[in-house]
């Protein structure tokens, strides 16, 4: 049983370019959610995606922008990189249907982002 | 603001017990969770409290005060294994998880 999977693992870029993260969500969840991390940080709320759409959002500019697919894989896109989102993108699935409210997060191994 | 606290870095030997703990001030809370987040990989679930008191699992267990804003991880037995980042986590009044920025576990043999 697969976990969450993430591309690509690592990738540069140079400032004002765009890129997009890619997540597949362990099997039975529904729910993605994304998360930047820096390094020696907790990560921070980027956004959630349920049925295809934005459910809810963290303090990130409109450069930061997502989908969710069908399948319930998802896609992270940042526009006019700057150099400060360099950092590690998690991507953590969960499913709707847990019980007792605990919504236990289950992460990818991430992608490591370095912009130039 | 939400602002969520724990120590940078604690060292302990191998076999002992460590405490790591952690105090929240948040909107709302629904729960407090710890990860472990090894060097380079994914942070993986240990706990979740809802109500006061103790869980406990294994060599490790969580400790939850909502009147006092803090929790604790217990580790006993340390292993070197152990050597980790231990990252509390709360969740608010909209269901946002509201992330420490993390413990640097060091296990000495």
């Known amino acids: 049983d697969a976990g969450v999977t993430q591309s690509p693992t690592h990738l540069i870029k140079t400032r004002g370019q765009q890129v997009t993260l890619r997540c597949s969500p362990k099997s039975g969840h529904d729910t993605v959610s994304w998360y930047q991390q820096a390094l020696g940080q907790g990560p921070q709320f980027i956004f959630q995606?349920?049925?295809?759409?934005?459910?809810q959002r963290g303090n990130f500019p409109d450069r930061f922008s997502g989908h969710q697919f069908p399948n319930y894989s998802s896609e992270l896109n940042v526009n006019a990189l700057l150099l400060g989102d360099s950092a590690l993108y998690l991507c953590?699935?969960?499913?709707?249907?847990?019980?007792?409210?605990?919504?236990?997060?289950?992460f990818g191994a991430g992608s490591r982002l370095t912009v130039l | 603001g939400q602002n969520i606290d724990q120590p940078t870095e604690m060292t302990a030997t191998e076999g002992a017990i460590v405490q790591i703990n952690c105090t929240y001030q948040?909107?709302?809370?629904?729960?407090l969770f710890w990860y472990q987040q090894h060097a380079g990989e994914a942070p993986t679930f240990l706990s979740y409290n809802v109500l006061d008191g103790l869980e406990e699992k294994g060599r490790f267990s969580s400790f939850l005060s909502r009147s006092k804003g803090y929790s604790y991880l217990l580790l006993k037995e340390l292993q070197m294994k152990d050597s980790a980042s231990y990252l509390c986590?709360?969740?608010?009044?909209?269901?946002?998880?509201?992330w420490g920025a993390g413990t640097k576990l060091i296990i000495k043999p």
């Open positions: 948040t909107s709302g809370f629904n729960g």
């Open positions: 995606y349920y049925e295809e759409e934005e459910r």
């Open positions: 953590a699935s969960s499913s709707r249907l847990d019980s007792g409210g605990a919504n236990v997060l289950t």
């Open positions: 986590a709360v969740l608010d009044s909209n269901y946002q998880l509201i």
